[in-house]
């Protein structure tokens, strides 16, 4: 059975992420937490959360999960969404935020689009890889999206799925045990709990 921890550090969406993870693994063990020996203790580790950067990475440090998600960064099949994906780069631009620098990259608010900010509702996401995590779902599937930062990451083998809105900008990242995204699996109905269900098998 399973151990998926869902760190808590104070942000949005925790509940829906949860119910969304319980109902493809029902068998699963799912702990909302933010003690570090419980995320320690986990198989795979989600970090979800929605809002502002410099909150977000004040709240992990301040929760104590930090470390241990560090941790699992390195070595456990890890999930991040919206803000679980910012905040692997190195710098945010919102509030000038240093991030947990993970990869190499920045995180920039959108400026050159004609289109209402925050990008707010479904969108076509365009497959890069063949990664696992894609196991199931069609190249253009739609997802939900609510954000008005994206990761410019440095290296560009690192992007998994590209999105466009105004203009085209990394939407999932990829590498080893990592998979990131910025859209809302738990809100995107069948195309987010198969990458869910993806994510609970998967086998790095």
Known sequence: MAR?????????NLRSVSKAL???APRATI???ADAQVIRAAERVVVPGQGALPECMRNLAASGARDAVLEALSAKPYLGIC????????HGEEGD???LGVFAGRVPRFAST????????WNEVLQESAHPLWAGISD??????????YPAPADR???????????????AVARDNIFAVQFHPEKSQSAGLQLLSNFVRWRP
């Open 83 to 90: 803000l679980g994906l910012q905040m692997l780069f190195e």
């Open 4 to 12: 998926i921890a869902v760190v808590d550090y104070g942000m949005g």
């Open 31 to 33: 702990a909302v937490t």
């Open 140 to 149: 253009r599937s739609r997802f939900y999206f609510v954000h008005s930062y």
């Open 157 to 171: 083998t690192l992007s998994a799925a590209r999105c466009v809105y105004g203009v085209p900008f990394t939407c």
């Open 97 to 99: 935020t240093p991030a």
């Open 22 to 24: 319980e109902h493809v």
């Open 114 to 121: 004609p289109l209402k900010i925050p990008h707010m509702g």
